[in-house]
């Protein structure tokens, strides 16, 4: 019988599930993957957990509840650094041990340490262990390494295309969520109003975290860029504008398209979200609300969201934002 791989459907799911799913479904294994976060798994998760934890974190626990009873091993990556001066919050680091203390009884976790600043590591490398974990041959591991990165750069270019992740999720994996126009460039398109959405992926794309916004937005026929469909060369330019880069992996790319869309007037708005008691989120939120304000930017909508959040505040905040641009577009005061 095959073995049963849990993964949650939560924090870096809505970045890297292709890879991780194709690398495990190569070697033979089956993924055992939790269901689209609702009230029950978000109680489950702040039963779990502390207050002081975000949302996301939150969410992730809820998650491991949900599947611990239905997988052979959890998959929780600790992710230090997967790419040159980027690091992943404190959380990430450790994932695992917060899982085994919280629930006992959880199947053995597979966690492998993803951390490129390490001497000699490499994520191949790492993979190929992750492989021999679950009983599998070097070559048969790197091969099923090579696959995934396929699916990866799959995904990325489906993004590029002008579709959102739940979306490609959906084309790959058949997973129900929301749908979206193809587009091909981030410039506007005719009187279609285009908004950025931008923030980390647990909370751009999880339904419930984000309280469906990309649904609520897509219904008034709004056209959305997300962080990951913006370009590598975009990101490294505006980086290079910053006094300091930013260090924390996805940091980077939200403050670059942020910076991005302020100035190159691409978009009508923006709009980021972020969670209370987040760190990272209070510095790239103090970073893009800065040169906001510094001059004739695009309009910004900031939104933070934790599980207490009510929908009908959110709604009429973002009922308002979408009014203003709409009166600003009216106007003729948004730059062309
Ligand atoms: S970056 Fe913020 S939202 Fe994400 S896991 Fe860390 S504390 Fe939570």
Redo the contacts with the bound molecule.
Sequence with gaps: MALKIGIPRA?YYHKFYPLWHTFFTELGAEVALSPVTDRNILKRGSDATLDEF????KVFFGHINTILKKADFLFIPRLISTEKEAYY?P??FGLPDMVRVAFPDSPPILEPTFNVKGKGATIEGVFIELGKSILKGKSESLSAYKKALDAQAGFYSMIAEGTIPPDVFKKLYNNPLTSVKKEKDYGRTGSQTTIALLG?P??IYDPLVSMNIIKKLMDRNIRLITTEMVCDDIIDAEMKRLRKPVY?ASGREIVGAANHFLDSKGVDGIIFIG?F?????SLLKALIEREAQSGDKTALLSLSFDEHSGEAGMITRLEAFLDMLEIKKRRGLTAS
């Design positions: 924090l975000c949302l996301p974190i919050c959380q990430f980390h647990y909370n924390w969670a008691h987040c760190g990272p989120d």
